[in-house]
């Protein structure tokens, strides 16, 4: 089976870091991604990875470790308009190339 | 940038009707999915389609029949409603945007349909 986890919901503060963490274990991996979804909006892409080590992009990072079934996207200098919803997904060639979701992680950002 | 429509942004139904929500999109994408988000559950597949005429069941199809007659068109079909189908339907197309700025097929997502079915 597939099973794709994150924490339900983080609160961090204006200016900080937030990490947010997705541990997998699916039948196959060939890729993980992270989205941004705000409140009743569309998913937005934000980060790929398919190798282990970090991708930078910006204010956000995300990491990858395929022998601990690990991720986590990093977001820094947080701002304001950062609340929301952040969604990581596995791609499994097992499972047909299609894409799993985990449940996603609601941010809050306080001033 | 790869545009994805979807038909209606809210929508009531009543208990037995046929539903038709539609999906368009504009990047000659051949894969194109459809989606149900419920909270706590997350997005769970319904059906996806990788060609034209083609369809397969995803993860949750019961209640749901698909039509994939052109390429950029991807319609959702529940034959007849239920209170249990009260959800946000997000569709989405699978394919790359622009050179450079992924190396592998990304989801790009509709502004999705919230369908209450009373």
């Known amino acids: 089976g597939q099973n794709i986890d994150q924490p339900t919901e983080m609160t961090a503060t204006e200016g900080a870091i937030v990490q947010i963490n997705c541990t997998y274990q699916t039948s196959g991996f060939n890729g993980l991604f992270w989205y941004q979804q705000h409140a009743g909006e569309a998913p937005t892409f934000l980060s790929y990875?398919?190798?282990?080590g970090l991708e930078e992009k910006g204010r956000f990072s995300s990491f990858l470790s395929r022998s601990k079934g690990y991720s986590y996207l990093l977001l820094k200098e947080l701002q304001m308009k950062d609340s929301a919803s952040y969604l990581c997904a596995v791609r499994d060639p097992v499972a047909g190339n299609k894409l799993t979701f985990g449940g996603g992680t609601r941010v809050l950002v306080k001033p | 940038d790869v545009k994805v429509t979807q038909s209606s942004r809210y929508l009531v139904k009543r208990t037995g009707e046929k539903v038709f929500l539609e999906c368009v999109q504009d990047m000659d994408h051949e894969n194109m999915f459809w989606y149900r988000q419920d909270p706590g559950l997350g997005l769970r597949l319904i059906y996806f389609?990788?060609?034209?005429?083609?369809?397969e069941k995803g993860d949750i199809p019961e209640g749901y029949s698909v039509s994939r007659e052109k390429k950029e068109r991807f319609s959702l079909i529940l034959e007849s409603a239920s209170t249990n189908q009260t959800s946000m339907y997000l569709c989405?197309?699978?394919?790359?945007?622009?050179?450079?700025?992924?190396?592998?097929?990304?989801?790009?997502f509709g502004p999705g349909t919230r369908l209450t079915v009373l």
């Open positions: 389609s990788y060609d034209v005429k083609m369809k």
């Open positions: 989405a197309s699978e394919g790359r945007s622009s050179p450079g700025q992924v190396n592998t097929d990304t989801q790009y």
């Open positions: 990875n398919v190798l282990d």
